[in-house]
């Protein structure tokens, strides 16, 4: 709230920073790698060996590692500075998220630690594994980040000018939409069926949820409206932006919905440690249902997301240990789209509940409800996510498309020619055995000589009618091959350029991690009166969130796998 | 710089004031319309874009 004071908000500073880098990484449609220095973290068990640039090799791991945080201080220092904060406190903050978030990163990748399977166990010399895939590193970040925010708070209050995780998760999800906008192109039915989802999150969160959370927080716990209208957006909607939207909305105190949103906050996290595990353990045979549900069950925009990355990264390796390897980003952007689909909401029910407050409940002294108030709250970094989505779709899906189409021809006739060839070689073959049988008979044998004679005539002719008839089909299938070049070259490019830009992607969800546990003081669940508002958080997330949210994903999603990996 | 405003202070301050009968009415419309809402987005779903399921 107070960055929208002064300097730009962080919600639009998240769609400059994030198209940045997705348009950069559109270079890869031009042949040009522009991100080629960017940082990648494999498994290592020798940590000399865990870094490495995306494509640059010359830089080595650390040079790119170093390069990448040039880049991202520099780009991030002019975020800063539009945002108008304290430019050398940003600085040493940043300094000090991007290094203590990367080294946790680091960490999570450890063999050890990541290994999911028996044999990249055996590929990495190791004799067990915590089997938590590299995902584990945004884990160690959130750990680290609690204990620092909650036993050193005094390195939080240090660097606080770059503790920002809602603008690191946002600028993540600006440049998530191009991997949505890839995945929709070319599986168009899966991604519908993911939106239409989303869809359901914004009926459940906002007409079931917010509902119940409000009768129950009214009638069972005796919270006046201005209270219980804020504490009902701050669980069952998003969080915090959604219990000040509603607090400006009623024309509560604003010391109330800031109250319910540090209790939001704590929650948030109490969920993303919790719930991406018990879907690793009672979901993993259903990767898009545990998706899509921590999209809707876990609170804030960081901590949703964040838990469906969690998920992805659990449930992705659990799979991989039984020998099923799904594709990535497809539980990720389930989560991210549920939220997203409940955010861009947040504007109209901040409107309708004016409305309705000042309609038929109670109206303030002067209170006058403007349509404007819809735009005003509207979460702007989604606009970034829908460019990036549909930037990324609206070039691929025609190339998706011939693919699709042209694979349908290509593919019969590419398994036609094949079997042919198969057949030419073998009476080839047969052909030469019966000339080597000829040479084996008599001259007094002259009715079988005569016989295999005809019989290698008719191979012979059989063999050149096959032969032409392979010339034929390729004849057929060098203009359609042509055809493919295109496509596939764009195909192609979209993955270059995705993969690049998903590079800082990854960065940013650490970063995102680590400010989201430094943020999270526990110490609040200790301040007297708290108990009140946790009952009714606790009573409404595990008594029919979770669980209204896991039946309508189920319904959507069992059954329907991610595709699998190559 | 003013004092922050403590939790139970604020809870304390706060006044019990009767669930109106408009309340009830809008909690009761909510259900209703979100769940007719779900089940025509789930049959929607199904039936024209069947091949997510």
């Known amino acids: ?5 002064k300097g730009i908000s962080e919600d639009w500073l998240a769609v400059w920073i994030g198209l940045f880098i997705f348009v950069v990484s559109l270079g890869a449609f031009a042949g040009t790698d522009i991100l080629n220095w960017g940082v990648t973290t494999g498994v290592w068990t020798d940590i000399s060996k865990a870094l490495k640039p995306i494509s640059a090799a010359w830089l080595g791991g650390f040079g790119s590692l170093l390069l990448t945080y040039v880049v991202l201080l520099v780009i991030m220092t002019i975020g800063a500075a539009a945002l108008k904060a304290d430019i050398k406190k940003f ?3 940043f300094t000090v998220v991007f290094w203590i978030s990367y080294f946790c990163w680091m960490l999570g990748s450890w063999a050890n630690i990541a290994v999911t399977t028996a044999p990249d166990m055996k590929k990495f010399g190791i004799a067990w594994s915590l089997k938590l895939t590299a995902e584990a590193g945004f884990i160690i970040a959130l750990l680290v980040g609690l204990f620092f925010g909650n036993f050193v708070p005094a390195l939080g209050n240090w660097i606080k000018e770059a503790v920002r995780p809602e603008l690191y998760i946002k600028t993540a ?12 192109a070319e599986k168009l039915g899966l991604a519908t069926a993911v939106m239409f989802r989303g869809l359901c999150a914004i009926v459940e969160a906002y007409l079931i949820y917010w509902a119940l959370v409000y009768f129950i927080a009214r009638k069972y ?3 006046s409206r201005e209270w219980a209208a804020p504490l009902a957006s701050g669980i069952s909607i998003c969080g915090v932006s959604a219990a000040i939207a509603t607090g400006g909305a009623i024309k ?3 010391v109330v919905p800031i109250m319910v949103s540090s209790l939001v906050v704590i929650f948030a996290v109490v969920e993303l440690v919790i719930l991406p595990f018990f879907a690793e353990t009672f979901l993993w045979k259903e990767p898009m249902v545990a998706g899509a549900w921590m999209g809707l069950a876990v609170k804030t925009d960081g901590a949703a997301v964040a838990a469906g990355a969690v998920t992805e990264g659990l449930i992705l390796g659990k799979n991989a240990a ?3 390897m799904y594709s990535p980003e497809w539980i990720k952007n389930a989560a991210a789209v549920v939220k997203v689909f409940i955010d861009v909401f947040i504007g109209v029910w901040a409107f309708v509940l004016a409305i309705i407050w000042c309609s038929v409940i109670e109206c303030k002294p002067g209170e006058k409800v403007r349509p404007g108030q819809i735009w005003d709250r509207f979460p702007k970094f989604v606009i970034g996510y829908v460019l990036t989505f549909l930037i990324i779709l609206l070039v691929c899906l025609p190339a998706s498309k011939a693919l699709t189409a042209m694979g349908g021809k290509v593919g019969p006739l590419q398994k036609q020619i094949a079997a042919q060839e198969t057949q030419l070689t073998a009476l080839n073959k047969q052909i030469a055995d019966e000339e080597t049988q000829l040479g084996n008979l008599r001259v007094k044998e002259k009715k079988a000589i005569a016989a295999l004679k005809k019989q290698i005539g008719d191979d012979k002719v059989a063999a050149a009618s096959l032969a032409d008839k392979i010339a034929k089909d390729k004849a057929e299938l060098a203009p359609l091959n042509d055809l493919l070049k295109a496509p596939k070259a764009t195909m192609a490019a979209a993955r ?3 993969g690049e ?9 650490v970063m995102t991690f680590f400010t989201i546990g430094l943020v999270s003081n526990f110490k609040k669940l200790w301040e007297e009166g708290i108990g009140r508002l946790a009952a009714v958080y606790v009573i409404s997330l595990f008594g029919f969130i979770i669980w209204i949210g896991l039946i309508i994903s189920w319904i959507f999603f069992h059954g329907v796998k991610p595709p699998l990996a190559g | 710089m003013a004092e922050q405003p403590k939790l139970s202070e604020e809870l304390k301050k706060m006044e019990w004031e009767p669930l109106l009968p408009v309340e009830k009415k809008l909690i009761s419309y909510s259900l209703i319309l979100g769940t007719v809402l779900l089940g025509i987005l789930v049959w929607v779903s199904y039936t024209f874009f069947p091949t997510g399921h």
Not at chain 1, 501 to 509: K, T
Request: proline letters at 2%; a positive charge.
């Open chain 1, 1 to 5: 709230m107070e960055e929208a004071k």
């Open chain 1, 91 to 93: 600085i040493i903050g």
């Open chain 1, 173 to 184: 999800i600006v440049i998530l939409g191009g991997s949505l906008g890839l995945m929709a």
């Open chain 1, 221 to 223: 716990f005796k919270f």
């Open chain 1, 252 to 254: 509560a105190r604003p």
């Open chain 1, 322 to 324: 039984e020998g099923i």
């Open chain 1, 496 to 498: 270059a350029s995705t």
């Open chain 1, 501 to 509: 830009a998903n590079v800082f992607r990854g960065i940013f969800f």
